[in-house]
């Protein structure tokens, strides 16, 4: 019994100690995977810092590709307008070069003409000299006895007579060259110039200041000189003329028309400046409010006129303008 008891004992302790060392060895497993878990929480965490990092460079990049995306289009129409202004300023190139071209070839033509005028201009001296000089020889002949023999001069001193008219005329034309215009004052002659009772004379009205006249004689001065090869030069000039008044407009508009009737070759010319002056607009000083255009005064003035033709009233049936009464009637 005792022995029994004895190996029941010495078996329960070898249990206990079987127990304990499980007991230690679960222990240490627990401990494992409490620190496996503590790895897997940091893990974790690490993992989802890691994913929000790769978020923000993710939407940093997608930003900078558009940013690049915009840099790329606003570089190419850069190059494009680049392109298109280069493109322009060749073309301006290559119309100066042409408007440069055709400077130097009326230059060289107005320099031919004036050689070929230079040239004329000697051979009339040469031709002139000449002349005088068989006067004076038939004048001496003349003079001179009938018995006597005709002197004439050597060949040499006519040759050297010929060199220094020759070298007088060339620095003649080189002073005529350099010298400023000669404006002559007044010339007296014995010869009678026809005279007209019935002159033209300018009109002139006693209800304008000379501020008014200057106008109307601006605007007559610059229609005179108008022809299609300065029209552009000169519309500038005029639509720069202070028309501001009933009466500067009426004037105008009457020098228009009968510039326009009196020259019909330059319709066309009158007809664009007409466009260009359409737009020209005064106050009317009878009616307060009321506003006069350079159009309306044009077509009233072109109805009054066709009223006068066709009653047979026209200004045109005198005796003064029966020349001018079919290019009138064209016009």
Not at 23 to 51: A, G, I, P, W, Y
Not at 94 to 110: G, S, Y
Not at 212 to 238: A, C, G, H, M, Y
Request: net charge neutral; proline share 2%.
């Amino acid at each position: 019994m005792k022995e029994d008891q004895k190996n029941i004992l010495s078996k329960y302790s070898e249990v206990e100690l079987q127990l304990e060392k499980q007991r230690q060895r679960h222990e240490e497993e627990q401990q494992k995977n409490f620190e496996s878990c503590q790895q897997v929480k940091l893990l974790s965490q690490e993992l989802t810092v890691k994913d929000n990092e790769y978020n923000e460079m993710t939407f940093a990049l997608n930003i900078l590709v558009e940013h690049g995306t915009h840099l790329e289009s606003k570089c190419s129409a850069a190059e494009q307008q680049l392109q298109e202004q280069r493109e322009k300023q060749e073309q301006q190139n290559v119309e100066h070069l042409n408007q440069v071209t055709l400077l130097k070839k009326d230059l060289q033509d107005k320099e031919n003409c004036w050689e070929a005028m230079v040239g004329k201009n000697n051979n009339c001296v040469k031709a002139i000299y000449e002349l005088h000089r068989r006067l004076q020889q038939l004048e001496q002949r003349q003079q001179q006895p009938q018995h006597e023999p005709r002197s004439q001069l050597p060949l040499a001193q006519e040759k050297k007579q010929k060199e220094q008219f020759h070298q007088r005329n060339q620095r003649w034309h080189h002073q005529q060259q350099n010298k400023s215009p000669r404006v002559i004052d007044h010339v007296t002659s014995d010869f009678e110039l026809k005279t007209s009772t019935n002159a033209w004379r300018p009109a002139k009205k006693t209800d304008l200041t000379g501020r008014d006249q200057d106008v109307v004689r601006q605007f007559r001065s610059l229609l005179n000189k108008i022809t299609p090869e300065n029209f552009d030069r000169l519309i500038d000039k005029i639509e720069l003329i202070n028309i501001a008044k009933e009466d500067h407009l009426k004037d105008v508009v009457q020098l228009v028309l009968e510039k326009a009737i009196l020259e019909s070759k330059f319709s066309e010319v009158y007809a664009n400046m007409c466009h260009h002056l359409a737009k020209i607009e005064v106050k009317e000083t009878g009616r307060p409010g009321n506003i006069l255009s350079f159009r309306t005064l044009l077509i009233q003035s072109c109805q009054n006129e066709m009223k006068k033709v066709i009653d047979g009233t026209s200004r045109l049936d005198d005796d003064e303008s029966k020349d001018k009464a079919p290019t009138a009637c064209r016009g």
